[in-house]
């Protein structure tokens, strides 16, 4: 079945860009939604963003002016960058797919999940 | 924006029932996606579209949303099923997923 793994640095400076690629194995890309979600230390889920395999992108109202999600289906990966980040932006960083009810793009659920990957920014 | 509430903590002995709610403005309209997320591990998906359940999901998960709140049940508690548990929405108005604050769910 299909897997994700992230990977990156997990120690960014302030102010600099946080940079991680998510990996996909065990299924295609096509005609799916793949996106991203981060969770800071003892809080809830909070969505990023997701891009279409073939690159459009949506993004979380609260982070658009920062972030950018890429998508490269040659390498079975996605990216997201961060810009401009602060001590807010330490968190746990998951990967996921996103699933959609036929006929209804209101309807979307993630799953699989990756395993998350800690970012911390600190100087 | 849209707000999905759920109780901080559910605490339940073993074999018995945990019912964990998510509340939101006339949720019943929209379809509730559930995640499970134990310490240390990612979110997993263990109900979708209000009351289907992934493969590999046991039986004593189940949903319903007939109206405020939508509810995910656990039957038959083990202590296994304690971990978090977040409730998932699509909020059109502004194209933006959104989860309830998480439930700790502890098993006595």
């Known amino acids: 079945q299909v897997q994700l793994q992230e990977s990156g640095p997990g120690l960014v400076k302030p102010s600099e860009t946080l940079s991680l690629t998510c990996t996909v194995s065990?299924?295609?890309?096509?005609?799916?939604?793949w996106s991203w979600f981060r969770q800071a230390p003892g809080k809830g889920l909070e969505w990023i963003g997701y891009?279409?395999?073939?690159?459009?992108?949506k993004y979380n109202p609260s982070l658009k002016s920062r972030v950018a999600i890429s998508v490269d289906t040659s390498k079975k990966q996605f990216s997201l960058r961060v810009n401009s980040v602060t001590a807010a932006d330490t968190a746990v960083y998951y990967c996921a797919r996103r699933l959609i009810l036929t006929g209804h793009t209101d309807v979307s659920w993630f799953d699989p999940w990756g395993q998350g990957t800690l970012v911390t920014v600190s100087s | 924006s849209y707000v999905l509430t759920q109780p901080s903590s559910v605490s339940v002995a073993p074999g018995q029932t945990a019912r964990i709610t998510c509340g939101g403005n006339?949720?019943?309209?929209?379809?509730v996606h559930w995640y499970q997320q134990k310490p240390g591990q990612a979110p997993v998906l263990v109900v979708y579209?209000?009351?289907d359940r992934p493969s590999g999901i046991p039986e004593r998960f189940s949903g319903s949303n007939s109206g405020n709140p939508a509810t995910l049940t656990i039957s038959r508690v083990e202590a296994g099923d304690e971990a978090d548990y977040y409730c998932?929405?699509?909020?059109?108005?502004?194209?933006?997923?959104?989860f309830g604050g998480g439930t700790k769910l502890t098993v006595l």
């Open positions: 998932q929405v699509w909020d059109e108005s502004v194209d933006n997923v959104v």
């Open positions: 891009t279409y395999y073939m690159g459009s992108t």
């Open positions: 006339k949720i019943g309209s929209k379809s």
């Open positions: 065990g299924g295609s890309m096509s005609s799916y939604y």
């Open positions: 579209d209000d009351s």
